[in-house]
């Protein structure tokens, strides 16, 4: 095996307490893990640590290293774990290379202690944060059932206080998929949050009633639906799109922009291919992805065989090609390809119209936003080209929008309708 089939850049998902949480979120897919490791105390040892980022810096062959932390709850680690693996990310890292960290946690067990250590290192932190206090608590509870919300809000303010960067990652489900622009205003006006990360729920049933594997074709009832998927996205876009683009971030919109200009995208769900975003379990289990931390997927253990060897390995890059191979005709021939690339395989359990397997169960959704979207990412994927800036986008679509209303207001019942549908204005926005 040599390590002339390995990316030249890989991602890897650290989780050093593997599933272990202090939450228990209805529709977490993470907890079940803890089946997959009976009778492990689920924490990383120092020399797992060592091994994981020795290794991983070594394997980037490009001038950037990114150390990321994700769980279950990586804090409950405890501050002593992140000091050591910085210090060891300091010691390994050749001359020339950038290191950064990244952590995604709840913020249940962030204080002042965290915040300096996060600051001071330059953490990029994810907060997971589902809306309002009504929205959020629906899943986000705690081993006793309570209501999460406060905390979390408490380790946004905390974070803002000690100048800590960090984002919002929101999981849309069906509690508030209903309510998008409750859910985008809360983050901007109420939070004060510029990058948001909108995460859509699907959980697939197993046959035992599980959720463990990437298996089955019903979903619970917390899945978000595929119309409502598109809604929402849809609903933020617009919002977004008239007020703040250039001051909002917003990941799939971000994709999108890249999608349409050409440049490649940052959102592995959207990439054409699979494979360079690695997870790897607290006893040094390194698998395909983080959504794929199930045995046909574990490429082996790093304390056994090198990290660089497990990330050349047949087994990988089909996992990563089959993404693009495996998509059905109908996705191969929609007008949207380049910009969704059939989203990620583990929602691809759907047949489409002729038989065929593999439909992603949310196309509908990403139809429905792609195709409204798109206009409007043309002409700023133009502005781009031109070396424009981004949010000229804002002006053209109030002109636009300015336009219309005065087209709307001199429409007769009969009239075409002055969206261009192609229907009578009665039978469309005149309704
Ligand atoms: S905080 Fe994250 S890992 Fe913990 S239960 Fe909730 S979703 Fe799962
Ligand atoms: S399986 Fe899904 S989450 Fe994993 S790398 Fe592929 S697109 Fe990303
Ligand atoms: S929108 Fe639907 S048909 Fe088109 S690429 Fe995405 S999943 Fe496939």
């Given at each position: 095996m040599s390590e002339r089939g390995a990316p030249p850049a890989f991602h890897v998902l650290a989780k050093p307490?593997?599933?272990?949480?202090?939450?228990?979120?209805?529709?977490?897919?993470?907890?079940?893990?803890?089946?997959?490791?009976?009778?492990?105390?689920?924490?990383?040892?120092?020399?797992?640590?060592?091994?994981?980022?020795?290794q991983y810096i070594r394997a980037q062959r490009v001038p950037e290293a990114v150390i990321s932390w994700q769980g279950g709850e990586p804090t409950l680690m405890g501050l002593d774990f992140f000091r050591r693996s910085v210090e060891i990310a300091q010691e390994k890292a050749p001359r020339g290379m950038r290191v950064s960290h990244t952590l995604q946690t709840n913020g249940m067990l962030l204080d002042d202690a965290w915040c300096e250590f996060l600051c001071e290192h330059g953490f990029l932190v994810g907060l997971s944060v589902d809306g309002p206090r009504e929205l959020h608590d629906v899943y986000r509870r705690d081993k006793g059932g309570g209501g999460t919300f406060e905390r979390a809000?408490?380790?946004?303010?905390?974070?803002?206080?000690?100048?800590?960067?960090?984002?919002?990652l929101c999981a849309v489900s069906a509690a508030n998929a209903v309510h998008p622009l409750e859910v985008y205003r809360f983050f901007r006006d109420g939070l004060g949050v510029e990058w948001i990360q909108f995460i859509p729920i699907v959980e697939r049933v197993n046959r035992d009633g599980s959720t463990l594997l990437q298996q089955g074709d019903t979903v619970t009832g917390r899945s978000v639906d595929p119309a409502q998927w598109g809604d929402f996205l849809i609903a933020v876009f617009d919002e977004w799109v008239r007020r703040?683009?250039?001051?909002?971030?917003?990941?799939?919109f971000e994709a999108a922009a890249a999608s349409w200009t050409g440049a490649g995208t940052a959102m592995c769900i959207t990439d054409e291919t699979c494979g360079r975003a690695l997870a790897l379990e607290h006893n040094g289990d390194l698998y395909a992805c983080d959504h794929f931390v199930e045995?046909?997927?574990?490429?082996?253990?790093?304390?056994?065989?090198?990290?660089?060897?497990?990330?050349?390995?047949?087994?990988?890059?089909?996992?990563?090609?089959?993404?693009?191979?495996?998509?059905?005709l109908c996705c191969r021939e929609c007008e949207v390809l380049f910009a969704c690339r059939g989203e990620c395989p583990k929602n691809r359990f759907l047949r489409t119209p002729g038989g065929e397997e593999g439909l992603?169960?949310?196309?509908?959704?990403?139809?429905?936003?792609?195709?409204?979207?798109?206009?409007?990412?043309?002409?700023?994927?133009?502005?781009?080209?031109?070396?424009?800036?981004?949010?000229?986008?804002?002006?053209?679509?109030k002109a636009r929008d300015d336009a219309l209303r005065d087209a709307f207001a001199g429409a007769g019942r009969n009239d075409p309708c002055p969206c261009g549908s192609g229907r009578k204005y009665k039978h469309c926005h005149g309704k």
């Amino acid at each position: 095996m040599s390590e002339r089939g390995a990316p030249p850049a890989f991602h890897v998902l650290a989780k050093p307490t593997g599933a272990a949480c202090n939450l228990a979120c209805a529709y977490c897919y993470f907890l079940e893990k803890e089946r997959l490791y009976p009778g492990s105390d689920f924490r990383m040892s120092e020399e797992i640590l060592e091994a994981f980022i020795g290794q991983y810096i070594r394997a980037q062959r490009v001038p950037e290293a990114v150390i990321s932390w994700q769980g279950g709850e990586p804090t409950l680690m405890g501050l002593d774990f992140f000091r050591r693996s910085v210090e060891i990310a300091q010691e390994k890292a050749p001359r020339g290379m950038r290191v950064s960290h990244t952590l995604q946690t709840n913020g249940m067990l962030l204080d002042d202690a965290w915040c300096e250590f996060l600051c001071e290192h330059g953490f990029l932190v994810g907060l997971s944060v589902d809306g309002p206090r009504e929205l959020h608590d629906v899943y986000r509870r705690d081993k006793g059932g309570g209501g999460t919300f406060e905390r979390a809000e408490r380790a946004a303010r905390l974070m803002q206080r000690h100048g800590v960067d960090f984002n919002v990652l929101c999981a849309v489900s069906a509690a508030n998929a209903v309510h998008p622009l409750e859910v985008y205003r809360f983050f901007r006006d109420g939070l004060g949050v510029e990058w948001i990360q909108f995460i859509p729920i699907v959980e697939r049933v197993n046959r035992d009633g599980s959720t463990l594997l990437q298996q089955g074709d019903t979903v619970t009832g917390r899945s978000v639906d595929p119309a409502q998927w598109g809604d929402f996205l849809i609903a933020v876009f617009d919002e977004w799109v008239r007020r703040d683009v250039g001051k909002m971030f917003v990941n799939y919109f971000e994709a999108a922009a890249a999608s349409w200009t050409g440049a490649g995208t940052a959102m592995c769900i959207t990439d054409e291919t699979c494979g360079r975003a690695l997870a790897l379990e607290h006893n040094g289990d390194l698998y395909a992805c983080d959504h794929f931390v199930e045995p046909d997927y574990l490429l082996g253990n790093i304390m056994e065989t090198p990290m660089f060897e497990l990330v050349s390995s047949d087994v990988l890059r089909r996992f990563g090609e089959d993404k693009r191979d495996s998509l059905p005709l109908c996705c191969r021939e929609c007008e949207v390809l380049f910009a969704c690339r059939g989203e990620c395989p583990k929602n691809r359990f759907l047949r489409t119209p002729g038989g065929e397997e593999g439909l992603n169960y949310l196309c509908r959704g990403y139809k429905a936003f792609f195709t409204h979207a798109g206009p409007v990412m043309r002409v700023m994927a133009d502005l781009l080209r031109k070396g424009r800036y981004a949010d000229e986008i804002m002006d053209i679509v109030k002109a636009r929008d300015d336009a219309l209303r005065d087209a709307f207001a001199g429409a007769g019942r009969n009239d075409p309708c002055p969206c261009g549908s192609g229907r009578k204005y009665k039978h469309c926005h005149g309704k």
